[in-house]
């Protein structure tokens, strides 16, 4: 079966230190990726996504990923973190077959002190 | 403002009560999920809709069923509590099948005593 892994389960960081959480997916075949952001007391929302193209992926707030896949990674990084992103990154791709299904990783809890 | 609305936010229910969580959406989404996410765990999908087809994933309890009564609305239904469905669920739509990008409501903790 599918599967996602985040290696980094917490991470604290002062600010402006850089940021890189780890994603590994285990699918093979055409895959599209994403990194969902829960801030405290929020919903799940979309950081960024990788569908084709460049492989190198900008997204909200200065985030940004590389997908490699030969490595099956697709890593998220910020140069210099704030505050306010203290928060959980949940690292998802789409299920077999290009279905709608999203298939999570066990998410990675960031801290970040000022 | 709200796309995807849940209510109630915080559901308190006894063990073997059946409880009914529900979702609402004003983006006239075609697909509607449901996921269930315990503390540390990543979420799990148990089924979805696209528009009033009903999809089971094969590991989801038959103690879970949903509803969709319309496009706004979806309903998941939890028939016999027990201690191991306390969780947050969450609910997701996403605009059509093959559109990935999926918007998550707030979610509904559920406590069972």
């Known amino acids: 079966a599918q599967s996602v892994s985040q290696h980094n389960h917490h991470v604290i960081l002062s600010e402006a230190a850089s940021l890189e959480l780890g994603c590994n997916y285990s699918y093979g075949g055409t895959v599209n990726l994403f990194w969902y952001v829960q801030y405290p007391g929020q919903h799940l929302q979309l950081l960024l996504k990788?569908?084709?193209?460049?492989?190198l992926v900008k997204g909200i707030k200065g985030f940004e990923a590389e997908f490699i896949k030969s490595k099956f990674s697709f890593n998220l990084r910020k140069p210099s973190v704030q505050w306010s992103d203290t928060a959980e990154y949940f690292c998802a791709v789409n299920g077999p077959d290009n279905t709608d299904k999203l298939i999570f990783g066990t998410g990675t809890r960031l801290q970040v002190f000022p | 403002d709200a796309m995807v609305i849940q209510n109630p936010r915080y559901q308190v229910t006894q063990f073997g009560k059946p409880v009914t969580l529900s979702c609402s959406q004003t983006?006239?989404?075609?697909?509607m999920y449901w996921y269930q996410q315990k503390s540390s765990q990543a979420p799990k999908l148990l089924f979805h809709y696209y528009d009033k087809d009903f999809n089971n994933e094969a590991d989801t309890p038959d103690n879970f069923q949903s509803r969709r009564p319309n496009t706004s609305f979806c309903f998941l239904d939890i028939r016999s509590p027990g201690l191991g469905d306390a969780a947050m669920y969450l609910c997701a739509t996403s605009e059509e099948q093959g559109s990935y990008e999926q918007y998550f409501g707030p979610g509904t903790r559920l406590t069972v005593t």
């Open positions: 990788y569908f084709s193209g460049d492989p």
């Open positions: 983006l006239n989404h075609n697909v």
